[in-house]
């Protein structure tokens, strides 16, 4: 088994470690790094789960290689806030019960996050769309879609 | 969870050293852009490659470059999302456009490359399941079987291409270049795909898709591309239209084309669809119904998919043929 040592930015961290080369960046972040925030679903790229930043941008950890993004800084959900400080997304996840299980909700913030970098006041549907990538199997997604908009400054709906 | 197979990853730092990697180890190697089919395709044993050649930190194959005097040329490693938001590209090859925005979500798209997008691996669903999966059901044509489940006694593997690009960039007649150590060489994309979902290209396996080059002939014609699936975002298409035409001032077909995927083992155009457009009024009911016939006889779709039957997607596919050739006469691009 080939292994190498690797060395990434995470959450603003310089992190290394030897790492083989079929090693996924999700594997290299829960297993190596004990990043557990960033969760494991389908393993195949279909559920959003596995979402974190690479350079700002959302993407998959569980079919990306952890060699096969030389350079590039990673942000999982553990470095979405600061330490003892939520974000506001993730307060805005909070306060309108955007979230049941929870397990989706790291992949969620995430891909939230960078849609919010690149449309910062989006509509319903391209918080939709912004975040088509990314399942919910409690089908909470009015309210996760509510969430976003909230955080984007968008004023309270009242039901 | 599926661990991804054990193999040497190799990261080329120049196009040369990446294709003289390719020739080095053949069939043994696979080329890895955005990832989001091989390695769910490694997970699954449907790749077994010892060797896999990373195009991460190769320069200069992700330039899209667009002008009405020069035409279109896309780096097969630009990203999907990068093309579907493409403004210079939305305006003069709207097609195209149309398509890219069809394929999965943002995170995907951003991920996923336009020559992985036309490098598609073909998909049925007795190949697309787990290596357990598919032990159980005694394999299939496709990969470490020998019998077609889909088509018992045939020769030929059925998986559907399920790529969305091919079908726009086949109605806008586009090129694509393929290098290897050997050179390069110019293919049209109509040529590139076989009727076979087991051989799919017409590449060698030391062969790199470098660029893909659309005619600046073909600038400014009206698109449409039509997809048949279950939700709304992130599915394969079950069928796919793309049709492109230019409509003369006074109302009239010009250079119309019209191409299918997902109906059949490669992407094609809809031959004699040109022929009987070409200068008819674009509001000919006549011309439009026989067009979108002609696209649902020569469409065929199998059983590769439960998500829905043979029957309906090809009764969709004269549906988003008729429809498409309406809506290009009744407005713009």
């Known amino acids: 088994m080939q292994k190498e040592a690797l060395r990434l930015r995470v959450n603003g961290s310089l992190r290394e470690a030897l790492v083989p080369h079929h090693r996924s960046l999700l594997d290299f972040l829960r297993d190596d790094l004990e990043l557990t925030g960033t969760k494991r679903g389908c393993d195949d790229g279909s559920c959003g789960a596995c979402t ?22 990673v ?85 | 969870m599926i661990g991804l197979p054990s193999f040497r990853l190799h990261r080329p730092t120049s196009i040369e050293e990446a294709v003289g990697l390719l020739a080095e180890h053949r069939d043994d190697a696979k080329l890895l852009a955005g990832g989001t089919d091989l390695l769910v395709n490694l997970r699954h044993g449907l790749a077994t490659p010892s060797h896999i050649v990373s195009l991460a930190e190769v320069p200069g194959l992700d330039r899209i470059d667009c002008s009405p005097e020069h035409g279109l040329t896309i780096g097969a490693l630009s990203t999907l999302e990068s093309l579907a938001t493409h403004p210079g590209v939305e305006e003069s090859f709207p097609v195209v456009v149309r398509a890219a925005r069809t394929i999965s979500g943002p995170t995907l798209r951003a991920m996923g490359t336009v020559g992985g997008n036309l490098c598609l691996d073909t998909r049925c669903h007795w190949y697309n399941q787990s290596f357990f999966w598919r032990q159980a059901c005694g394999f299939c044509l496709k990969k470490d079987g020998t019998a077609c489940h889909v088509a018992p006694g045939s020769s030929l593997c059925w998986a559907a291409y399920s790529g969305d690009l091919a079908p726009a960039f086949l109605v806008l007649g586009a090129e ?26 017409d590449m060698a396996s030391d062969e790199l898709l470098t660029q893909v080059c659309v005619s600046a002939t073909r600038a400014h014609l009206r698109g449409v591309y ?88 090809r009764l969709r596919v004269g549906l988003f043929a008729r429809d498409a050739l309406r809506e290009m006469g009744e407005r713009g691009p």
């Open chain 2, 226 to 313: 039509s997809k048949l699936r279950i939700r709304g975002a992130l599915d394969y298409p079950l069928a796919g239209v793309a049709a492109a035409a230019r409509i003369a001032g006074g109302g009239t077909f010009h250079e119309a084309a019209l191409a299918l995927t997902a109906v059949g083992p490669r992407p094609f155009l809809v031959e004699g669809a040109t022929e009987i457009l070409e200068g008819l009024r674009a509001n000919d009911e006549d011309a439009i119904e026989r067009v979108a016939h002609l696209a649902r006889r020569l469409s065929n779709p199998m059983n590769t998919t439960w998500a829905m039957q043979p029957a309906y997607r």
């Open chain 1, 52 to 73: 974190v930043l690479l350079d700002g941008c959302s993407r998959l950890s569980c079919i990306t290689l952890a060699h096969g993004v030389p350079g590039r800084s």
């Open chain 1, 75 to 159: 942000t999982t959900i553990e470095g979405a806030g600061q330490p003892g400080r939520l974000s506001d997304l993730q307060l805005a996840f909070i306060s309108e019960g955007g979230l049941q299980c929870g397990f989706c909700t790291p992949g969620m913030v995430l891909a939230a996050g960078a849609l919010l970098q690149r449309i910062p006041h989006p509509s319903e549907e391209q918080v939709r769309e912004g975040l088509s990538n990314n399942s919910c199997r409690c089908t909470g997604y009015g309210r996760i879609v509510q969430a976003v908009r909230r955080a984007a400054g968008a004023p309270e709906e009242t039901p």
């Open chain 2, 176 to 201: 694509i270049k393929l290098l290897s150590v050997r050179g390069e060489r110019r293919v049209p994309l109509d040529r590139f795909f076989l009727d076979d979902g087991l051989r799919k290209f």
